[in-house]
């Protein structure tokens, strides 16, 4: 099992910026990809970003060049560093982890992972 808990959401003006954090804990070393998603209310959940075992990142096109994962393995700890906010990417954010066949982490999948934290909001205000 894994259990991971995000912090950092919060309120910002469009083009402000926010850190998300996800504190992963268990046998993580069960996972290969570790990422973030988003659901919107009355939207359907979206594959923000993903990051491999051998570090490689994914991003959905809608936040390439604004946000940024990242992950400290000492500490445990997922990063979404997140830039230029803008009103649509207002959402519930999840941080999710999980084993891929292929080993990859395309910023799609993350929505399916086995694990995921409780979300935390963002919210973008114009």
């Known amino acids: 099992q894994v259990q991971l808990v995000e912090s950092g959401g919060g309120s910002v003006q469009a083009g402000g910026s926010l850190r998300l954090s996800c504190r992963a804990s268990?046998?993580?070393?069960?996972?290969?990809?570790v990422g973030w998603f988003r659901q919107a209310p009355g939207k359907e959940r979206e594959g923000v970003a993903g990051?491999?075992?051998?570090?490689?990142?994914n991003y959905t096109d809608s936040v390439k060049g604004r946000f940024t994962i990242s992950q400290d393995n000492a500490k445990n700890t997922l990063y979404l560093q997140m830039n230029s906010l803008k009103p649509e990417d207002t959402a519930m954010y999840y941080c999710?982890?999980?084993?891929?066949?292929?080993?990859?982490?395309?910023?799609?999948?993350?929505?399916?992972?086995?694990?995921r934290g409780q979300g935390t909001q963002v919210t973008v205000s114009s």
């Open positions: 990051i491999a075992s051998d570090g490689s990142t």
């Open positions: 999710a982890a999980g084993r891929t066949s292929a080993g990859s982490c395309p910023a799609r999948v993350t929505r399916f992972l086995a694990y």
């Open positions: 268990g046998y993580t070393g069960s996972t290969s990809c």
